[in-house]
Structure formats: C-alpha cells, structure tokens
C-alpha cells in the first residue's frame, strides 16, 4: 500500500482587501478615541464632585459653633489663675507684645 502523497503547501492564495484593513484600523481608532472621550468626563464629572463636597458644600452649625468659640476664646480677656495672677490676653494683643519686647531687647 503506497501512498503517493507530495506536500502540497498551505497558504492563503489571494491578499487581505486594503479597504478592510483599512476598515477595521479606522474603526479600532475610533473605538479608542470615544473610550478616551467617555475616560476624560468620567474624570472630570468625578474632580468636580469632589471639588464640591470639599470645598463648596455649606458649613455645619457644629463646625459654625466651634469656630465662633475659638474666635471668642482667641480674641478675649480671662483670669486663668488668681493666686499667680495669670491672665488670659486676645492672641492679637500677645503678638503686639511679644514684638516689642523683642525690639527691646534688640536695641539692649
């Protein structure tokens, strides 16, 4: 039982059309090209609420209160310890002192 068989190579006979390569590269670019687009105000519609939540929403009262009593307390007088005559002066005050009391003792 012989076989007569040659190799016959296997390959495409004809090229593949320049109008669908052409085709299927246009179409991946832009594919691509609205995946950029949809990435971006993905981005941006995301920066923008995080922007908002940070930065533009209003102040609660709790933080409203807490700021006026750091206010009051910063911009007040108060005798913290009697026997040792300890005042409490405003933070604006403290700092006019201090710096003539450094000029002072600069020219000393």
Do not use: C, H
């Amino acid at each position: 039982m012989t076989q007569n068989t040659q190799y016959q190579p296997q390959y495409e006979r004809s090229d593949t059309s320049k109008r669908n390569l052409f085709l299927t590269a246009g179409t991946i670019l832009v594919i691509i090209a609205i995946i950029i687009v949809a990435l971006n105000e993905i981005f941006i519609a995301t920066t923008e609420n995080k922007v908002y939540e940070t930065v533009l929403t209003p102040e609660s009262t709790e933080l409203r209160n807490l700021r006026a009593n750091e206010t009051k307390v910063l911009n007040s007088y108060k005798l913290l310890d009697e026997s040792q005559e300890i005042l409490q002066i405003p933070i604006d005050r403290a700092m006019q002192l201090m710096a003539e009391s450094r000029t002072s003792s600069l020219r000393r």
